[in-house]
């Protein structure tokens, strides 16, 4: 998702309902991409991460998938606890060229009990 | 395992004035990477120490700069501090310098900054 001005796209889901978030992400070349969440307060935390020849991974609760056709990558939380609302960025890392992670504008996630 | 630790959390300062924020990096982590966080720009990196050497800089003027130390404790300088440079500094630690390859950065929770 990518943000207007200040305001955040804003992902509002009941307690145990399924999370699905979307980022866009600009260069066709990039091989790698990591998601992280940031609560309210602290820096961002590494969640999981996938590379380019990969289309889907697997982690605790969380699965990323990457459609590289549409430069698309998502991030899902199963049985979204209120614990997991937060600010949730991708970022993409070109290998060809400073290796050094971009982040999108991020989403925030609100669970509601 | 401790963390990363940067100091201070919160700062005021006036326009002109400088500032120097400081990061401690998780033990055994080489690479040092300074991101400014604010809600328009989002996250934009600044720059990457790798024993001891600038590696990679971002797209910020002369006045932002940066300097790590033998035990690959960092800090970063901002001088002639402006209103728009107010902000989350965010320091993250790796094992490994970017061109290493996939590599996860494990973020200090940030120093708050903000110009009057």
């Known amino acids: 998702g990518e943000s207007v001005g200040l305001h955040l796209p804003t992902l509002s889901v009941q307690e145990g309902d399924n999370s699905i978030i979307n980022c866009a992400y600009s260069n066709s070349a990039s091989d790698y991409f990591i998601w992280y969440k940031q609560e309210s307060g602290k820096g961002p935390q590494f969640i999981i991460d996938?590379?380019?020849n990969m289309d889907k991974r697997q982690g605790q609760r969380v699965t990323v998938l990457l459609n590289k056709t549409v430069k698309h990558l998502s991030l899902q939380i199963a049985a979204t606890q209120p614990g997991d609302s937060a600010v949730y960025f991708c970022?993409?890392?070109w290998g060809g060229g400073s290796y050094i992670p971009t982040f999108g504008r991020g989403t925030s996630l609100i669970v509601h009990p | 395992k401790a963390g990363v630790t940067q100091t201070p959390r919160y700062l005021i300062k006036t326009r002109g004035q400088q500032v120097t924020l400081s990061c401690s990096p998780i033990?055994?982590?080489?690479?040092v990477s300074w991101y400014q966080q604010t809600p328009g720009q989002g996250l934009q990196f600044l720059f990457e120490y790798f024993s001891e050497t600038q590696r990679n800089k971002g797209n910020f003027p002369g006045r932002f700069s940066g300097r790590q130390f033998s035990n690959s404790r960092s800090e970063m300088n901002v001088s002639t501090l402006e209103l728009g440079d107010s902000a989350l500094y965010l320091c993250a630690s790796s094992l490994r310098d970017s061109l290493s390859g996939a590599n996860v950065l494990t973020f200090g929770a940030g120093s708050r900054l903000t110009v009057l």
């Open positions: 033990s055994g982590h080489r690479s």
């Open positions: 970022a993409e890392r």
């Open positions: 996938i590379r380019s």
